[in-house]
């Protein structure tokens, strides 16, 4: 094993102190390490459908009304996932209502959708008034034959919706305008004390390399 000691006076080491001072005050790398960190842990709570708490589970019309093949190989309904757009919004610096800016001492990590705090604190909202038809005026199924042997009408389109298990259908179907409670689903969250920990460890090791940068400019004296 090797000893290394490195032997400073009085000017060096106070050199040494405000050199080593300026690259730990330049906190920009661990910073910005700290805000892909937040990212991350935000977008794991969308990824758990919440934490430490998990989300409450979505109603039966909001299921119905989600455009099909979105689910498809994620074990059903997902919760605040249903387009992907707000768990993409989760970015470092944006700016909106849940959101701000890196400088030298702040980080912070947001979304800058308007509907955002509605899903974080939950809330009170009028939804509009709904006509929900089938894109199409006919199905695709075949006509039906007839025992004259000729083919009957074209088949009307309808819905098909599943409600408790069970597919219904319908020719159209109306939703009339409602006051709906939103529920809290809180997403814009950290887990403690680990995600503290983690950026404990990524300002330790700023620090540690700091350190380490400076000294590299004094030769060392092996014994």
């Given at each position: 094993?090797?000893?290394v000691t490195v032997t400073l006076?009085?000017?060096e080491a106070k050199q040494f102190v405000?050199?080593?001072g300026r690259k730990i005050d330049d906190t920009t790398k661990p910073m910005a390490q700290a805000m892909m960190h937040m990212?991350?842990?935000v977008r794991q709570n969308f990824l758990a459908q919440g934490r430490p708490v998990e989300w409450k589970p979505l109603s039966p019309l909001t299921i119905a009304l989600r455009r099909k093949g979105r689910t498809k190989g994620m074990g059903g309904p997902r919760i605040l996932r249903d387009t992907g757009t707000l768990y993409n919004s989760i970015q470092p610096g944006?700016?909106?209502s849940l959101s701000g800016v890196i400088n030298k001492g702040e980080a912070r990590v947001g979304t800058n959708l308007l509907y955002a705090p509605l899903h974080q604190f939950g809330g009170l909202v009028k939804t509009p008034e709904l006509f929900i038809e089938p894109k199409r005026k006919y199905s695709k199924r075949p006509r039906k034959m007839l025992k004259s042997g000729k083919t009957g009408k074209r088949r009307l389109a309808a819905l098909r919706f599943e409600v408790d298990g069970k597919e219904v259908y319908a020719r159209s179907v109306h939703i009339p305008s409602r006051a709906a409670w939103v529920t809290a689903r809180p997403f814009m969250m950290f887990q403690i004390p680990e995600d503290?920990?983690?950026i404990q460890r990524i300002f330790d090791q700023h620090i540690g390399e700091a350190i380490k940068k400076e000294l590299e400019w004094y030769p060392p004296r092996q014994y």
């Open positions: 094993m090797i000893d006076n009085d000017a405000i050199n080593a990212v991350r842990s944006r700016a909106g503290i920990d983690r």
